[in-house]
């Protein structure tokens, strides 16, 4: 596997049964890739806390909110292709398909609160209502992600509300530098 780009192509083992059971469980890699759906939706909450109150419309937000998470989203992929190759001798294509599958949450993360922010300026909100109406959703979007966690990881509901907690307060944590920016 050290040289060759596949890399285990052609085994028909248990493994792929189970990764093909697993794909098909999660067909849009959003359960497998929880950890990049929450870290998209804080990097564009920042994005939005920032932008908000440095940009004149919900166009120029939107594409900066989609710029910001779109360049983290590519950090992130080189570094996931470069960690995978290193660390387990892939072929950088391998690592680039198996990083692609695994780190499109995070870009894919920003779409909902750009939809909203869109919607809030649609039903005729101002750009700065429009924009912590988003950065809220972000905050319920982050809970929510947090408390799915807990309870697919079979937490007590105090243990999924704990979790929802944190998901809130890091939203929060944004929140607050948005009000300390403006």
Do not use: N
């Not at 710029?67 to 590519?74: I, S």
């Not at 912590?132 to 937490?155: C, D, K, P």
């Amino acid at each position: 596997m050290h040289d060759g780009e596949t890399g285990g192509a052609g085994d028909d083992g248990p493994d792929d049964e189970a990764a093909d059971a697993r794909r098909k469980a999660d067909p849009f890699g959003l359960i497998s890739g929880g950890e990049g759906v929450f870290t998209g939706t804080v990097v564009c909450a920042a994005a939005i806390a920032y932008g908000a109150g440095h940009l004149d419309s919900s166009a120029q937000l939107s594409i900066a909110i989609f710029g910001t998470v779109l360049v983290y989203w590519l950090a992130h992929l080189h570094a996931s292709t470069l960690g995978a190759s290193v660390k387990h001798g892939l072929h950088p294509r391998v690592a680039l398909r198996a990083a692609l599958l695994e780190t499109w949450p995070i870009a894919g993360a920003s779409l909902l609160p750009i939809l909203i922010l869109l919607l809030a300026e649609l039903a005729g909100a101002s750009l700065r209502t429009a924009a912590w109406t988003a950065l809220i959703a972000t905050i319920g979007l982050l809970s929510g992600y947090s408390y799915l966690a807990g309870v697919r990881s079979g937490l007590s509901r105090r243990g999924c509300v704990a979790s929802a907690a944190v998901g809130a307060g890091i939203g929060m944590l944004v929140a607050a530098m948005k009000v300390a920016l403006h």
